[in-house]
């Protein structure tokens, strides 16, 4: 996840093709009619390279994208659907699943594949399916979400300390202004429903906590 947050698909890939016996692990973007790679990592080489874009329809990530789910083959020969496909009696074996976007349309997939024929690995299959809702951006919005309330927790925590040792509104708000700034900074890269939920809520806690300074003010004031 690390490496596919810093756009190192090449690594990832790599880290990818252990998790299954296949030879080779890739990423690919599609594109209309277009089947576009992002990268291929060859395990009997031991590198990462791109490979050249083809008609969506030669590739059998053409299955992935029509059915919006994980196709496999084991043995491309014997396989009944592939018949006359023109990658039948190159690629035997074949493991991919969709990456989807908001939509729901599938804009990639991730696979691997073999020119030799192979079991199903269940381990590769959910790897490759756990390394696919990575890039599902409803995940990925819910995972940043769930990333911000421990910092929200702790602004929290910092306003009821204010509250409670402070004597002027200013001093207080401008205190707290100090602690909420890099939280605000923090999700400004975020989906804008995050940011903007955030600074509601930052905002929410800096009132409570002025009016809970405003009243010990008034409390503590001479008669």
């Known amino acids: 996840q690390f490496l596919l947050a810093r756009g190192q698909f090449d690594k990832a890939t790599e880290l990818l093709n252990d998790t299954g016996p296949y030879r080779f692990t890739a990423l690919y973007r599609i594109h209309g009619d277009t089947l576009r790679n992002l990268v291929v990592y060859d395990r ?15 590739s059998y990530c053409d299955y992935v994208n029509r059915m919006r789910d994980a196709f496999i083959v084991k043995d491309a020969e014997w396989d009944p659907r592939l018949e006359g496909h023109s990658k039948r009696r190159v ?45 599902d951006p409803r995940v990925q919005a819910e995972t940043l979400s769930r990333g911000v309330r421990p910092k929200m927790d702790a602004l929290e925590a910092v306003s ?11 001093e207080a708000r401008a205190a707290f202004e100090d602690y909420a700034r890099p939280v605000r900074d923090s999700v400004s890269h975020l989906p804008p429903d995050i940011v903007e939920a955030t600074n509601l809520r930052i905002e929410e ?15 503590h004031a001479p008669a």
Do not use: N
């Not at 031991?46 to 969506?56: C, E, H, K, N, Y």
């Not at 009821?160 to 200013?170: K, N, Q």
């Not at 806690?205 to 409390?219: D, H, K, N, S």
């Open 44 to 58: 009997e080489k031991g590198v990462a390279q791109r490979w050249d874009s083809i008609p969506l329809g030669e």
């Open 91 to 135: 690629v035997h074996a074949y493991c991919g699943v969709p990456l989807t976007g908001m939509s729901g349309d599938v804009m990639g997939t991730v696979c691997h594949f073999d020119f030799a024929p192979l079991p199903l690995d269940e381990g590769a299959l959910q790897w490759l399916q756990a390394v696919a809702r990575m890039f």
């Open 160 to 170: 009821y300390l204010l509250a409670e040792t402070s004597s002027d509104g200013d």
């Open 205 to 219: 806690i800096l009132q409570r906590m002025t009016r809970a300074v405003l009243a010990r003010g008034t409390q």
